[in-house]
């Protein structure tokens, strides 16, 4: 049974760089899986940010893909979203998940997320 | 990007109801129609893929339905673990998109 756990800053200051990774247990983050972040907003529903297969390539919302960037490390088994130029809209919980592997685009395997605050 | 719109945003309901959740997609995006549950302070779980098939391990009183532009979530008798809220998400085109949730209250 995968499991995802994110890590990272809980406070960011607004103009920063939001940094998360997502450590992968139990499963190979370089099998044939597409690795996702989603986010949510305090009170709000969910926003999918984008998502990373294990060779690499990316796919991203356009409403946020000049500021996003998302990557995986294979001798870490990780992956991880950056999000420049962050202001107080992107005060959220952040979710790391994977794919399922026969259904595209939809997130199967959650970890539990992680909140951050943008505020000075 | 496709807009997802949920009908209810709140559900009053009580133990042994039949409710059904309505999802309407912007455009047709045939049946790449997912649902998810979340209850506070948790992550999403994942409960039906392509509008109608159940995750394993998802109880038979979930069920979906739809094609197209419009979709339905029902479940057809209401337990206490059910209390929570329900999303849409179409993953038809990118970006992938979320409806705006419907929380279903005792």
């Known amino acids: 049974q995968v499991q995802l756990q994110e890590s990272g800053p809980g406070l960011v200051k607004p103009s920063g760089t939001l940094s998360l990774t997502c450590a992968v247990s139990?499963?190979?983050?370089?099998?044939?899986?597409?690795w996702t972040w989603v986010r949510q907003p305090p009170g709000k529903g969910l926003e999918w940010i984008g998502e990373v297969y294990h060779i690499g390539t990316t796919n991203y919302n356009p409403s946020l893909k000049s500021r996003v960037t998302i990557s995986v490390d294979k001798s870490r088994n990780q992956f991880s979203l950056s999000l420049t130029s962050v202001t107080a809209a992107d005060t959220a919980v952040y979710y790391c998940?994977?794919?399922?592997?026969?259904?595209?685009?939809?997130?199967?395997?959650w970890g539990q997320g992680t909140r951050v605050t943008v505020s000075s | 990007d496709i807009q997802m719109t949920q009908s209810p945003s709140a559900l009053p309901a009580s133990v042994g109801d039949r409710v059904t959740i309505t999802c309407r997609a912007s455009?047709?995006?045939?049946?790449?129609l997912n649902w998810f549950q979340q209850k506070p302070g948790k992550a999403p779980k994942f409960l039906i893929f392509g509008a109608f098939n159940l995750q394993s391990g998802v109880p038979s009183r979930f069920s979906g339905s739809g094609s197209g532009t419009d979709f339905t979530l029902t479940i057809s008798s209401l337990q206490p673990e059910d209390f929570a809220t329900y999303y849409c998400q179409q993953s038809s085109s990118i970006p992938y998109t979320f409806g705006q949730g419907t929380k279903l209250e005792i």
């Open positions: 455009q047709s995006i045939s049946t790449y």
């Open positions: 998940a994977r794919n399922s592997q026969t259904i595209v685009g939809v997130p199967s395997d």
């Open positions: 139990g499963g190979s983050i370089s099998s044939s899986y597409w």
